[in-house]
C-alpha cells in the first residue's frame, strides 16, 4: 500500500543485512545516501573523533566544571553556601552536569529528555533560535506525524495529518529572485515519512548543506545514531526510536512515494462550494464504487474475498464448537457518523445471519475498556471486560479519514487480540492503513475512493461509505450463503431471489441519486470525484424550493433587523418618523394630535423588529402567526440518517451567526421522536420525517406509525398554527395534518402486492395511502380465499 513498501515502524536500527543492498537500490531512484554509523567516510556529514581528541575534551570538560565550582564557593563564601550547596551536598555533581547540559543537550537530546518523562499523545515541533537556520526536530508518540520531501522544489513539509503534506503535489516554488526554481534537475518523486507514533520516534531534519553552513555536529551522546542524506544531500535525516519494537524495514523502504502513484489520491481542488461539491459527486463516486467492485480485479473485491474466507474459517470453527459462548465473530467499530453507518451494517449483517454473533460499539468505548490500566465502564452498553471474548474476532474498523484517534488506537490495540482487521476508508493511504499494512501481505484496506474532503459537513462520505458496506454485505451474503452448511451454521432465511432483488435496487439506486441532486453524467466519477455535468430535474427542483422556504424562515431575522436600522437611521437623521411626518405633511397643528402622533411613533419603534418580521412574511407568503424566534428543525428518520443528517445540518450553521442561526435535533419517528419532542412543538417549528414506503405490505405498519408520529406533532396548535412539517418518500400520498411532502420517483420495479392491485385496477401510483392499499390487497386476498374455498366445495360435490 501506499506504492513505497511498509510505512510505518521504527527508525534507526536499519534494516539488517539486507538493508544495505536495498537502501543502494532506493538511492539510484531517489538521490539520497545513507550512512551505515556516524563514521562512514563517503558521507558527507562526517563526524570524526580520535580517542585523543575526545580526552582533550572530557579534560576540557573536567576544567571548566572545576573553574564553576570555585567561582560559586567564591560567590557564596560569605553565606550559607553557594546555590545553597557545598561540596559535599553536590555542588561538583551540580557543576558537572551544567557543563554537560551546555555541550550536550542539542535540540535531539532535549526531545529525548521529554519524551522519557512525559505521559500522553504527543505530536511535537521543537526548534531553538540557536539552531532555527539549520534544523528542528519533530516527534511522534501516540499523535501521527509524516514529513513529505519534495525534491525538485526544496520543499519539507510536515504535519499530524499524511493528507496535509501532499499540500505541494504538482506545485512549483520559485527562489527569491523569481526567475528559477530550486532544483530544476531530476532528483526524483517527492515521498513521504511516517514517523513511529505506535512506538515512539524522534526525527531530526538538518538543512546545513542547503544553507551553506557548516556540517552536521552532534553532541557526543548522539553520535551513535544513524543519518540518511535526501533531496540530493541538501537535507540529513536523524531518526531515533523510543522502543526496540521497530519494523524490519529499513530507512529506504519506509518512504512512501507520493508523485506518480496510482495509490495516493490528490488533493481536490480549490472550489468556493465543497459543500455543493461533494453533494454533486454523489452519484458519480457510488457509480465508481459499484464498477470497481463489479470490474473483478480491483483491491476492493481482493480484500472483500481475503474477508469472506476469514469469516468463512471464523463460522467453521463456530460449528464445530472450538469457539466460546462469549466469542463475538464480527465487530464493527468506529466513531461519529461512521459508527452511525457501522450500526446499521451490523444491524443488517445480523438479520441476514441470525446465528452469526456481530457486535457494534464506539471505538472510545473499547479503549476505554481494553486500552486503559484502568478501565472506563461502557455505561448503558453490554460490554465489560470480561462479557466480550474478541480473541480472533473479525473487526472491521469504519473511519473515513483514516485517521481519527479511536480507530486508529483500535487499531493498535486489538492487534494484541485478534490478526482479522480490517479498515473501510476514504483512500489506501491512511494512518489505520499503514498500520494494518504491518501486519501482512493480505490486502486489509476498503476505499470508497472520494480522497480527502475539506467540507465538514458529511455528505458524500456517508453515501460512499454505506455504498461500500452494501457492496461488503452482498459479498459476504454470496460467499457465505453459496453453501447450505454454511447456511445453516448462521442460520440464514433469505434466499437467492432476494438477493437479487437486493442488487437489482443497489444499481438503480444511482439513477435515483442522479435525478435528486440533478446529475446527468455518467462519468468516471469515484477515486477523486470529479463532478457530472449537472441540470435541473423536477426532483431537485422540489427539493431545492422546499429548502429555499426554510431558509426564508431562518433568513427572516436579520432581514428585520436591516430593516429597523434602516427606519431608525433614516427617521432619526431627518428628524421625521412615520406618523410624525405624515402629520406634518398634513399641516397637523393640533397639541393633543401630536402627542398621539408622538405615541404611535414611540409604538413603531418599540415594535419595529415585529413589524419588520411582518411585512417580510407578508412581502413572502409564509405564515404570519409563527413565533418570532430562532427556529429549530426536527429530523425523524431511522437512527443513522437521523444522526447523519442532524451533524450534517448543525455543522452547516457552525459558524453562523447568532441571528441566522438554528437548533437541530433528530429522534426515531418509529420510536422515541413524539416522547422526546412532541412538547417541545411551538410554532413555527421545523419537522421534517422520512417516510417509508408503505406500498410494500411488510412496511405498511411502519409507515403508519411513522405517519402517526408526524400526525400528533401537527396537531399541537396555538392560535391555529401549529410546526411546520414535510415528509419526504416515495408514496405520493401527502398527509392531511403537514405543511408540504416531497415525493422522490421511485426506480424500482413494482413490488408484488403493488403489481396484484394493478391488475385489478387499483391506481397504486396515484397518491393512495399505504393503508387503503393494505385494505384492498386484504380484501384481494379475502376474495382469493373465498373463491378457493367455493372452488374447492365445489370438486368435493
Known amino acids: 500500500g501506499g506504492g513505497g513498501g511498509g510505512g510505518g515502524g521504527g527508525g534507526g536500527g536499519g534494516g539488517g543485512g539486507g538493508g544495505v543492498d536495498e537502501s543502494t537500490r532506493h538511492s539510484n531512484r531517489y538521490n539520497f545516501r545513507g550512512d551505515g554509523n556516524s563514521t562512514h567516510r563517503g558521507s558527507r556529514f562526517q563526524i570524526g573523533a580520535s580517542n585523543s581528541v575526545m580526552e582533550r575534551l572530557a579534560s576540557r570538560r573536567q576544567s571548566i566544571a572545576a573553574a564553576a565550582m570555585r567561582s560559586l564557593q567564591a560567590a557564596g563564601a560569605g553565606g550559607e553556601g553557594a546555590l545553597g550547596l557545598d561540596v559535599e551536598a553536590g555542588l561538583g555533581e551540580f557543576c558537572a552536569a551544567a557543563v554537560d547540559a551546555f555541550f550536550d543537550n542539542d535540540l535531539v537530546r532535549s526531545a529525548r529528555m521529554f519524551l522519557k518523562s512525559a505521559r500522553g499523545s504527543f505530536g511535537l515541533c521543537i526548534t531553538s533560535s540557536l539552531d532555527s537556520d539549520r534544523q528542528m526536530v519533530l516527534a511522534?508518540?501516540?499523535?501521527?506525524?509524516?514529513?513529505?520531501?519534495?525534491?525538485?522544489?526544496?520543499?519539507?513539509?510536515?504535519?499530524?495529518?499524511?493528507?496535509?503534506?501532499?499540500?505541494?503535489?504538482?506545485?512549483?516554488?520559485?527562489?527569491?529572485?523569481?526567475?528559477?526554481?530550486?532544483?530544476?534537475?531530476?532528483?526524483?518523486?517527492?515521498?513521504?515519512?511516517?514517523?513511529?507514533?505506535?512506538?515512539?520516534?524522534?526525527?531530526?531534519?538538518?538543512?546545513?548543506?542547503?544553507?551553506?553552513?557548516?556540517?552536521?555536529?552532534?553532541?557526543?551522546?548522539?553520535?551513535?545514531?544513524?543519518?540518511?542524506?535526501?533531496?540530493?544531500?541538501?537535507?540529513?535525516?536523524?531518526?531515533?526510536?523510543?522502543?526496540?519494537?521497530?519494523?524490519?524495514?529499513?530507512?529506504?523502504?519506509?518512504?512512501?512515494?507520493?508523485?506518480?502513484?496510482?495509490l495516493i489520491a490528490p488533493l481536490p481542488e480549490t472550489c468556493q462550494d465543497p459543500v455543493a461539491k461533494d453533494i454533486a459527486d454523489i452519484p458519480a463516486a457510488l457509480k465508481w464504487i459499484q464498477d470497481d467492485w463489479n470490474g473483478g480485479n480491483s483491491l476492493n473485491r481482493a480484500t472483500g474475498c481475503y474477508l469472506a474466507r476469514k469469516l468463512k474459517l471464523r463460522l467453521k470453527s463456530r460449528a464445530e464448537g472450538k469457539l466460546p459462548p462469549a466469542a463475538i465473530d464480527v465487530l464493527v467499530t468506529g466513531c461519529e457518523v461512521s459508527l452511525w453507518v457501522g450500526e446499521q451494517f451490523?444491524?443488517?449483517?445480523?438479520?441476514?445471519?441470525?446465528?452469526?454473533?456481530?457486535?457494534?460499539?464506539?471505538?472510545?468505548?473499547?479503549?476505554?475498556?481494553?486500552?486503559?490500566?484502568?478501565?472506563?465502564?461502557?455505561?448503558?452498553?453490554?460490554?465489560?471486560e470480561d462479557s466480550w471474548d474478541l480473541n480472533n474476532a473479525i473487526v472491521l474498523i469504519v473511519s473515513h479519514s483514516g485517521g481519527t484517534f479511536g480507530p486508529l488506537a483500535t487499531a493498535n490495540l486489538m492487534q494484541s487480540s485478534t490478526a482479522d482487521i480490517f479498515l473501510v476508508a476514504s483512500e489506501w493511504d491512511t494512518q489505520v492503513g499503514k498500520q494494518l499494512r504491518k501486519m501482512g501481505d493480505q490486502s486489509r484496506v476498503f476505499s470508497t475512493g472520494i480522497g480527502v474532503r475539506p467540507a465538514e459537513p458529511c455528505s458524500i462520505s456517508v453515501a460512499a461509505t454505506h455504498q461500500l458496506?452494501?457492496?461488503?454485505?452482498?459479498?459476504?451474503?454470496?460467499?457465505?450463503?453459496?453453501?447450505?452448511?454454511?447456511?445453516?451454521?448462521?442460520?440464514?432465511?433469505?434466499?437467492?431471489?432476494?438477493?437479487?432483488?437486493?442488487?437489482?435496487?443497489?444499481?438503480?439506486?444511482?439513477?435515483?441519486?442522479?435525478?435528486?441532486?440533478?446529475?446527468?453524467?455518467?462519468?468516471?466519477?469515484?477515486?477523486?470525484?470529479?463532478?457530472?455535468?449537472?441540470?435541473?430535474?423536477?426532483?431537485?427542483?422540489?427539493?431545492?424550493?422546499?429548502?429555499?422556504?426554510?431558509?426564508?424562515?431562518?433568513?427572516?431575522?436579520?432581514?428585520?433587523?436591516?430593516?429597523?436600522?434602516?427606519?431608525?437611521?433614516?427617521?432619526?437623521?431627518?428628524?421625521?418618523?412615520?406618523?410624525?411626518?405624515?402629520?406634518?405633511?398634513?399641516?397637523?397643528?393640533?397639541?393633543?394630535?401630536?402627542?398621539?402622533?408622538?405615541?404611535?411613533?414611540?409604538?413603531?419603534?418599540?415594535?419595529?423588529?415585529?413589524?419588520?418580521?411582518?411585512a417580510i412574511r407578508a412581502w413572502q407568503g409564509r405564515s404570519m402567526f409563527?413565533?418570532?424566534?430562532?427556529?429549530?428543525?426536527?429530523?425523524?428518520?431511522?437512527?443513522?440518517?437521523?444522526?447523519?443528517?442532524?451533524?450534517?445540518?448543525?455543522?452547516?450553521?457552525?459558524?453562523?451567526?447568532?441571528?441566522?442561526?438554528?437548533?437541530?435535533?433528530?429522534?426515531?419517528?418509529?420510536?422515541?421522536?413524539?416522547?422526546?419532542?412532541?412538547?417541545?412543538?411551538?410554532?413555527?417549528?421545523?419537522?421534517?420525517?422520512?417516510?417509508?414506503?408503505?406500498?410494500?405490505?411488510?412496511?405498511?405498519?411502519?409507515?403508519?406509525?411513522?405517519?402517526?408520529?408526524?400526525?400528533?406533532?401537527?396537531?399541537?396548535?396555538?392560535?391555529?398554527?401549529?410546526?411546520?412539517?414535510?415528509?419526504?418518500?416515495?408514496?405520493?400520498?401527502?398527509?392531511?395534518?403537514?405543511?408540504?411532502?416531497?415525493?422522490?420517483?421511485?426506480?424500482?420495479?413494482?413490488?408484488?402486492?403493488?403489481?396484484?392491485?394493478?391488475?385489478?385496477?387499483?391506481?397504486?401510483?396515484?397518491?393512495?395511502?399505504s393503508g387503503a392499499l393494505l385494505g384492498e390487497f386484504a380484501n384481494m386476498k379475502a376474495r382469493s380465499t373465498s373463491q378457493q374455498r367455493l372452488h374447492h366445495h365445489r370438486g368435493a360435490r
Open 469 to 614: 458496506l452494501t457492496q461488503i454485505l452482498q459479498h459476504l451474503a454470496l460467499a457465505v450463503l453459496g453453501s447450505p452448511k454454511l447456511r445453516r451454521a448462521v442460520g440464514c432465511q433469505y434466499t437467492d431471489q432476494d438477493l437479487s432483488e437486493l442488487e437489482r435496487c443497489n444499481r438503480d439506486n444511482i439513477d435515483a441519486l442522479r435525478d435528486i441532486v440533478g446529475g446527468v453524467g455518467g462519468g468516471a466519477g469515484g477515486a477523486g470525484g470529479t463532478t457530472q455535468t449537472t441540470q435541473e430535474t423536477s426532483t431537485s427542483s422540489a427539493l431545492k424550493a422546499a429548502g429555499d422556504k426554510w431558509a426564508r424562515h431562518v433568513l427572516e431575522a436579520p432581514i428585520a433587523w436591516i430593516m429597523s436600522a434602516v427606519y431608525i437611521a433614516v427617521t432619526v437623521t431627518l428628524g421625521y418618523p412615520l406618523m410624525s411626518g405624515v402629520g406634518a405633511a398634513c399641516g397637523v397643528s393640533v397639541v393633543w394630535a401630536l402627542r398621539v402622533l408622538g405615541f404611535l411613533d414611540a409604538a413603531i419603534y418599540v415594535f419595529i423588529p415585529q413589524l419588520s418580521t411582518w
Open 140 to 262: 511522534a508518540r501516540g499523535q501521527t506525524i509524516s514529513v513529505a520531501f519534495y525534491p525538485k522544489s526544496g520543499l519539507v513539509l510536515y504535519g499530524s495529518e499524511q493528507a496535509a503534506v501532499k499540500a505541494a503535489l504538482g506545485k512549483q516554488v520559485p527562489k527569491s529572485d523569481g526567475d528559477s526554481f530550486y532544483n530544476p534537475e531530476d532528483t526524483g518523486p517527492a515521498f513521504r515519512l511516517d514517523l513511529d507514533d505506535l512506538g515512539g520516534e524522534i526525527c531530526m531534519l538538518d538543512w546545513a548543506g542547503a544553507a551553506g553552513l557548516p556540517p552536521l555536529q552532534l553532541s557526543r551522546k548522539e553520535l551513535n545514531l544513524r543519518h540518511y542524506s535526501v533531496m540530493g544531500d541538501s537535507v540529513t535525516v536523524t531518526l531515533i526510536s523510543e522502543t526496540l519494537a521497530m519494523s524490519n524495514a529499513s530507512f529506504f523502504q519506509r518512504l512512501i512515494p507520493i508523485e506518480d502513484n496510482p
Open 346 to 384: 451490523a444491524s443488517d449483517l445480523s438479520a441476514l445471519m441470525p446465528l452469526l454473533r456481530v457486535r457494534c460499539i464506539s471505538s472510545n468505548k473499547v479503549l476505554g475498556l481494553l486500552g486503559q490500566d484502568f478501565p472506563v465502564p461502557a455505561v448503558g452498553h453490554d460490554m465489560t
Open 626 to 769: 409563527h413565533r418570532m424566534t430562532g427556529r429549530t428543525v426536527v429530523i425523524g428518520d431511522c437512527p443513522w440518517v437521523a444522526q447523519s443528517a442532524e451533524a450534517f445540518l448543525s455543522k452547516l450553521f457552525a459558524c453562523a451567526y447568532p441571528n441566522a442561526t438554528i437548533s437541530v435535533m433528530s429522534g426515531n419517528p418509529a420510536d422515541h421522536l413524539v416522547h422526546r419532542h412532541t412538547h417541545r412543538v411551538v410554532r413555527g417549528s421545523l419537522l421534517i420525517v422520512g417516510r417509508p414506503d408503505g406500498r410494500l405490505s411488510a412496511l405498511t405498519t411502519l409507515e403508519q406509525s411513522v405517519c402517526l408520529s408526524v400526525n400528533q406533532a401537527s396537531s399541537i396548535q396555538n392560535y391555529g398554527v401549529t410546526c411546520e412539517s414535510l415528509t419526504i418518500g416515495h408514496n405520493a400520498s401527502k398527509l392531511p395534518l403537514t405543511a408540504g411532502a416531497l415525493f422522490l420517483p421511485g426506480k424500482r420495479p413494482r413490488y408484488l402486492c403493488e403489481q396484484l392491485l394493478a391488475e385489478r385496477g387499483v391506481a397504486v401510483d396515484a397518491g393512495v395511502s
